[in-house]
């Protein structure tokens, strides 16, 4: 009875999987025409390859890649940017390859759903796909925190999401603190090499940034400039806070042992 059930799993896995490839593979071109939201397009496009630094001479919610959301036919910015959003699909069908392999079925069934129903959103909002990808990422570490591999995969996700659109980059922090969280509560039972990986997760996003450009001052001057330049993203995150973090502290000091 349990062989027939598991054979129609597996083989609606790997259907919704191919149904969310084809609806997910997308290398997104966009034209050049007169309007405000095409002029910061061909702005984030054309300025990618002049001596102008984000940071010290520009200031915008998106960063130094992020012509990769909205690529024109400027210089090697199409090449550059179908070069990554391939490497993006095949990373993320590993990903839920992954966590179907690892045991979380229901998991990997309904994150293809909720992939597929808000398919559109990545195709106009290609840097959500990011967020969408740490957040697998985090389902798998659940599963087997002791990937040193999937917190690799983090790091890599941080640190494109920090070049390409700053406020995309707080929210995926914002998941990644509450793992963090979930995994200090529990101490004892990580290992030492597991604390670095956690540490070099929330560090590979500046780090990304040096690479780019080796400056503190803009370094600060850049994460100050696009988290002040998007307010909803900034009550998000105190909502987020409160409800999670907050809240999760406080239900944890009422069982500290008193002394």
Not at 9 to 33: E, K, P, Q, R, W
Request: with cysteine; charged share 15%; proline share 3%.
């Amino acid at each position: 009875m349990r062989d027939s059930l598991r054979i129609p799993a597996s083989v609606a896995f790997y259907l919704l999987l191919g149904y969310a490839g084809l609806l997910l593979f997308s290398i997104n071109y966009t034209a050049v025409v007169p309007g405000l939201d095409s002029s910061w397009m061909f702005a984030l496009n054309y300025f990618a390859h002049g001596p102008e630094l984000f940071g010290r001479d520009l200031i915008f919610t998106y960063g130094p890649l992020g012509f990769l959301a909205v690529p024109q036919n400027i210089g090697f910015n199409l090449v550059i940017a179908a070069a990554v959003h391939i490497g993006v699909w095949c990373l993320l069908v590993y990903l839920l390859l992954l966590l179907w392999k690892a045991g979380s079925k229901a998991g990997a069934l309904f994150f293809l759903a909720g992939l597929i129903c808000s398919s559109r959103l990545y195709f106009d909002h290609w840097d959500y796909l990011l967020n969408a990808m740490l957040l697998l990422a985090l389902l798998l570490l659940l599963r087997k925190p002791e990937r040193i591999s999937i917190l690799c995969i983090i790091a890599v996700i941080a640190g494109l999401s920090f070049l390409v659109k700053f406020t995309g980059f707080i929210l995926s922090m914002l998941l990644a603190a509450i793992y963090s969280g979930s995994r200090l509560l529990k101490w004892k039972s990580t290992g030492r090499l597991e604390r670095i990986f956690l540490v070099f997760v929330f560090a590979a996003g500046p780090l990304a940034y040096f690479v780019y450009n080796a400056s503190v001052a803009d370094l600060v001057r850049y994460m100050r400039s696009s988290w002040s330049s998007h307010p909803d993203t900034l009550r998000l995150c105190r909502f987020l806070l409160k409800r999670s973090c907050y809240g999760r502290l406080r239900y944890s000091l009422r069982f500290w042992p008193q002394a």
